[in-house]
């Protein structure tokens, strides 16, 4: 009796040693299952920070050099050659991600593949601000050399100006007279519009060096007072300075030597059509008017 309870007591002992290794094992499987998961996990959120950290590197690279775009023709020639080279790499990167499968392996490949990236845009960059500063030097250039061109024509418009005033003939010692006409065929003053046959204006063309020797054109305008031009033998049109289309009463075509010389020009009508009233006289050279002046006829 006393064997047999020895007996039962050992068996239990080691019913109960083999049920806690049992225990023991099972609690070791958990905890190495548990730490697997944990560090499947760690991997997985690793993984998932490093492609998110690739894709704002990936888009931060294109964005800091395509700001550049759109500045100068060279400078956007550069870019689409960069462009292209980011766009292999990029390709490079993402065949990466999708193919290597050990995260130990995938974060060195990425991180050189991404220093080769920087590095590429570091290049560019630099290529860029060269390339900038070469081009602002020469707008400055330009600039500069614009200025100079437009002070030279500003120069040049000026003395061309001063040429021009300077070269304009002029006329002096304006004297107006009206006359009737005789039966013989003489003209004589009058002051009476319903006698006048003739009105006549003398002057000097005056000497002038700069304006160079040959022919000029003189035009006499005589202005009724109902506002009509009025239009004698040797009737003229032409057009002034200011691009004005005139009605000339007489003209005549001098030889100019750059001395005075003293001309007469007039209106002269066979009948006595003329009204009383003030007319206008003005006198033209070379399409410039030089003189105005008004006369009164009773």
Known sequence: ??????????????????????????????????????????????????RINVEHELTSVGMELEKYRGIAGNLDTMLNDAKGQIAEKEAQIRNLMANEKNLGKLNKKLTAKMDELRKLRDEYLEKIDVLMAENQKLKDENSALNSTVNNLNEQKNLLEGKVAVASQLKVEYVKVNSFKKRGSGKFVESVLAKRTNKIESCFTLMDNKIAGAGDKMVYLVITAPDGKVLMGFTKAQFTDAEGNSVDATASQKVSYTGSKQDLCLSFENDERILEAGTYSISVYAENVLVHSSSYLLK
Do not use: C, P
């Open 1 to 50: 009796m006393a064997e047999s309870q020895k007996e039962n007591r050992g068996t239990l002992l080691l019913l109960l040693l083999l049920l806690m290794a049992s225990l023991g094992v099972n609690f070791y499987q958990w905890k190495n299952h548990s730490t697997t998961v944990i560090q499947y996990g760690a991997e997985v959120d690793s993984l998932i920070t490093a």
